[in-house]
Nanobody, 119 residues
Framework: QVQLVESGGGLVQPGGSLRLSCAAS????????MGWYRQAPGKQREMVAR???????NYADSVKGRFTISRDNAKNTVYLQMNSLKPEDTAVYFC?????????????WGQGTQVTVSS
């Protein structure tokens, strides 16, 4: 059982920066993937950035060079540093935790945090 608590969303002007945080608690496994996804009104949910328990990262092409995902293992927290924000980045951002143990899948989501980029 894993709980995800997000913070850091809000309103920011184009070109500005924002950092999202996702703190995980509960029974966290050894092998897992944590990531950030976003969904804009009328659009499908898309992967933004992911980081594995081994430290491998992946980014959507649209955010490469602007966003950085990182983690603090001591705090079981994953971060998304967002720079050079654009109006197109406006969406609800969700934190995700995925793991597999004993041939079973575990998939948890945070409540979502609104990011609005507007002047």
């Amino acid at each position: 059982q894993v709980q995800l608590v997000e913070s850091g969303g809000g309103l920011v002007q184009p070109g500005g920066s924002l950092r999202l945080s996702c703190a995980a608690s509960g029974s966290i496994g050894t092998i897992y993937v944590m990531g950030w996804y976003r969904q804009a009104p009328g659009k499908q949910r898309e992967m933004v950035a992911r980081i594995t328990s081994g430290g491998t990262t992946n980014y959507a092409d649209s955010v490469k060079g602007r966003f950085t995902i990182s983690r603090d293992n001591a705090k079981n927290t994953v971060y998304l540093q967002m720079n050079s924000l654009k109006p197109e980045d406006t969406a609800v951002y969700f934190c995700n935790y995925w793991a597999t143990r004993l041939l079973k899948e575990y998939d948890y989501w945070g409540q979502g945090t609104q990011v609005t980029v507007s002047s």
